[in-house]
């Protein structure tokens, strides 16, 4: 924890998928207990950075894939306005997954 401290010091924000696994159907139980172990977020949670997630794209089949944002210990208000700033410039806030 203490280099992942000195790497969100000098470092605007890291971005990492928020999970390794595309997302799964909801009746797709082996894939939801796949997808549970497969979450990036677990790091940021132990170490206390704050951290978001964020639709990025689609699969090719159309499911949803996510990233996340993460800075240092106690800089939400970063977090927020870089995901903003994403989130604005990006398409999918207006796509949804096809059913």
Not at 11 to 27: H, K
Not at 44 to 60: E, K, V
Not at 74 to 85: L, R, W
Request: one cysteine or more; hydrophobic letters at 45%.
């Amino acid at each position: 924890t203490v280099d992942l401290r000195r790497i969100l010091e000098t470092a605007d924000v890291i971005v990492t998928a928020s999970c390794f696994d595309p997302a799964c159907a909801i009746d797709d139980q082996a894939g939801l207990d796949r997808s549970h172990r497969g979450q990036a977020f677990a790091l940021f949670s132990l170490t206390g950075q704050p951290a978001i997630a964020l639709p990025c794209g689609f699969t090719m089949s159309g499911l949803l894939l996510s990233m996340q944002i993460v800075r240092k210990a106690f800089d939400e208000a970063t977090v927020d306005q870089v995901a903003n700033a994403y989130e604005s410039a990006a398409p999918w806030k207006d796509r949804h997954p096809a059913f």
